[in-house]
Nanobody, 124 residues
Framework: VQLQASGGGLVRAGESLRLSCAASGRTFSNYAMGWFRQAPGKEREFVATISSSGGGLYYANSVKGRFTISRDNAKNTLSLQMNRAKPEDTAVYYC??????????????????WGQGTLVTVSS
């Protein structure tokens, strides 16, 4: 699966931003998808993942209640709605696809392919 992320930018703390990821290649609906992020000087970390059907949602504690992950299997797109953004959300955000069909994705080790990343900057 090839992934193309978009939607990053500069927002102020408390504002919202929506990231999108367009997928092509394999059967999109067979794979769990997710968002990860990497801040300067830090390791890439899990943000949120969604199961192949969209019924299973998993969030990092740091974003739970503020971010919402969703997918549209008819359009082969993945989204991340970021509400009440915080300066600590500043990072390059990557969309990712699971390395196995019909299996949940819980961390970096489960990733088969990465998108190119989109920068999100939250000012205080």
């Amino acid at each position: 699966v090839q992934l193309q992320a978009s939607g990053g930018g500069l927002v102020r703390a408390g504002e919202s931003l929506r990231l999108s990821c367009a997928a092509s290649g394999r059967t999109f609906s067979n794979y769990a998808m997710g968002w990860f992020r990497q801040a300067p000087g830090k390791e890439r970390e899990f943000v949120a993942t969604i199961s192949s059907s969209g019924g299973g949602l998993y969030y990092a504690n740091s974003v739970k209640g503020r971010f919402t992950i969703s997918r549209d299997n008819a359009k082969n797109t993945l989204s991340l709605q970021m509400n009440r953004a915080k300066p600590e959300d500043t990072a390059v955000y990557y969309c990712a696809v699971r390395n196995a069909e019909f299996a949940d994705m819980r961390g970096v080790a489960d990733v088969g392919s990465w998108g190119q990343g989109t920068l999100v900057t939250v000012s205080s």
